[in-house]
């Protein structure tokens, strides 16, 4: 595990992100992903490449790989452990490992894609990391996470200052106007047939 910047970084480098991964690969869990981005991605053109911020082992990447057999897959993973993992899936050279905050946007990929990261980021940092968002985007920026119309700071499994909710993609919109909301929605932990953890989802397009 790296010293890095910030607690949260750290957080999830060490033992919590270690125990993250055992909590986050059934089938089940597929199946709803399939789902989630079948419709957060059906306004979206095809799409050749995607880099996921904050991959985990990447049961995101592996449902995007199934609607785009010929997708070229990339991702940034903090946890060396769930980059052992993730490996199977995408070529290790299109792997940055280490933290979001760290990543020096080397290129640009079609889709840029983060999901339930945002919330764990410390908010001093949200500004550099959506920096980073826009520049690795040619096109698609897909953002999903907790929503609330403020910033609130909620307990995370009983750990402080872990877990926050705004509104992020409002925000990005407003740091660069050439972004454009072209979709939005809303996935609930209650769906009979594929919950996910209440993510509000917005597809931004760069025009």
Request: net charge negative.
């Amino acid at each position: 595990m790296g010293d890095y910047k910030t607690q949260q970084e750290n957080f999830w480098a060490g033992e919590f992100g270690n125990e993250y991964i055992e909590r986050n690969q059934s089938d089940e869990y597929l199946a709803s992903n399939l789902n989630f981005f079948t419709n957060a991605l059906q306004k979206a053109d095809k799409l050749n490449t995607v880099i996921e911020f904050g991959a985990n082992v990447g049961m995101n990447l592996k449902a995007i790989k199934l609607l785009f057999p010929h997708i070229d897959l990339n991702a940034i993973e903090i946890n060396t452990k769930a980059v052992e993992m993730l490996s199977m899936l995408v070529d290790k050279k299109n792997i940055y490992t280490g933290s979001i905050l760290e990543y020096p946007v080397p290129k640009q990929f079609d889709l840029v894609l983060i999901k339930g990261v945002l919330i764990h980021i410390n908010p001093n940092e949200l500004p550099g990391v959506y920096e980073k968002l826009y520049h690795a985007s040619n096109k698609y920026i897909l953002v999903a996470e907790y929503y609330n119309p403020s910033p609130v700071t909620i307990t995370y499994r009983g750990h402080q200052d872990r877990l926050f909710k705004r509104d992020f993609a409002g925000e990005l919109l407003d740091c660069y106007p050439d972004l454009k909301l072209i979709d939005y929605g809303f996935a609930y932990r209650r769906d009979v047939k594929f919950p996910q953890d209440d993510i509000t989802w917005f597809l931004v397009e760069k025009c």
